[in-house]
């Protein structure tokens, strides 16, 4: 997804030797300071991803003597970049872990310092904790928590004459209602899809990952994949959805497909609420009537509101620079448990955003102007079982890299499912696991 920036297998191997061995990963916890004391934080897209200053200030108001500035970095190229300055020792006391992919990286090479201690202080609520753990110790906090949920569109639904989705769903119920509600929304003079699949490859491997028993990223087996491609090929044939081709080569945006009514659903992560309610505010979206359901389920085992739904989601971190001022360790430590705090977590549902403590928010999101009122909705949002995209290993990055080429082979229809799968096998055997 992109909220994950990519980096070649090479250039992260190299940069990992190249971090390897710098910084101190063992500073010790130091008292509060009383003096006045700035911090440094990474963020990208400023002026549009408000969650940095949200965080900065409101941690600013309940320590007036520490000051959170901002350094901004290119969005698309955050990983590659804060990996480079890491190395030369200009990184920010605080930098992002925008998802699990180069979290080795980071932890492995030394530039993370243990903050097992803020950890162990956190409420269990806090999701995404467990994907920060190596070796018994925490290397970052997690202050979101997205996961991936399906959108849908009220209105259009009403004018296809299709019954909303509820937490009952399977995959073959999702592709049997976008084959529906596509046929009636022609018929009704409509140019709306009944879906639209974003490029990317968490789209397809995403849940085929969380959800298919047994699946496991580092055996080097992706069978598991088959079904998920094989119906995604099959409602791009069916015209239910846009074909990657026209995706990718018309350059399309999930947000301006759902939010510009042209798809009747959408599977996406959470982050999307606040760009939802903020392009409907604006006038960049249309105004109408949405809500959220359950992902669709590998099978009936996990649907229903008596079960837990089963998605995916990496969370989002905060980890300490490992070549930090030790004078400035127990601020940099202090804005960690703010941000994984409830104080921390409101301020973010205040504007949208999924904190890593859903539970300690669902009022004050659900209470925002333009949120769906429906219990489905609060549901898909607080109650399900999120599995990591990118289960941490040394072999994450790699594997994502080459099954991201096996992505776009097959929805580009260059490749057969069952020959870009070995295709994918092979290339993990000989590229990646055998390192």
Known sequence: MKRSFTATVSVVAALALTLAGCGDDDAAPETMPTGPITLSLAGWSLATTPEFKTLADGFHAANPNVTVELKEYDATNYD?????DLAAKKAPDIYIQKNL???YTYQSGK???????????????VGGLSGYKVDGKTWAVPYRQDSWVLFYNRALFDKAGVQY??????????????????????GAGSSALGDYQHVWQSTVQGFALAQTPGAKLESGDFGYLKPYYSRSLDLQTAGAQPTFGTATTNKL?????FGKQSAAMMLMGTWYIATLLKQQSTGDADTFAW??????????????TSKKPITFGDPTGLGINAGIDKQKVA???????????????????????????????TGDLFAL??????????????????????????????????????HSAVLSGSKDVDGAIKAAQDRAKNEVLNK
């Open 331 to 361: 601020a940099a430590k202090a804005f960690l448990a703010y941000a994984a705090s409830q104080q921390g977590a409101k301020s973010l549902a205040g504007i949208g955003i999924t904190p890593a403590d859903t539970a300690a928010v």
């Open 165 to 186: 989705p509820d937490s009952s769903w399977t995959w073959d119920d999702y592709a049997a209602a976008a084959k529906r509600l596509t046929t009636a929304l022609k």
């Open 80 to 84: 590659t970049q804060m990996i480079a």
């Open 111 to 125: 530039q993370l310092l243990d903050v097992s201690d803020v950890a162990g202080k956190l409420d269990d609520k």
């Open 369 to 406: 102007k333009g949120m769906p009122s429906d219990d489905v909705s609060k549901f898909a949002f607080s109650t399900h079982e999120t599995r990591p995209e990118n289960p941490v290993s040394k072999y994450t990055a790699g594997l994502q890299n080459l099954l991201n080429d096996m």
């Open 291 to 304: 809500g959220m359901a359950p992902a669709p389920q590998f099978d009936a085992s996990t649907t229903g």
């Open 253 to 257: 945006t999930y947000q301006a497909q």
């Open 101 to 103: 992919k180069n979290f």
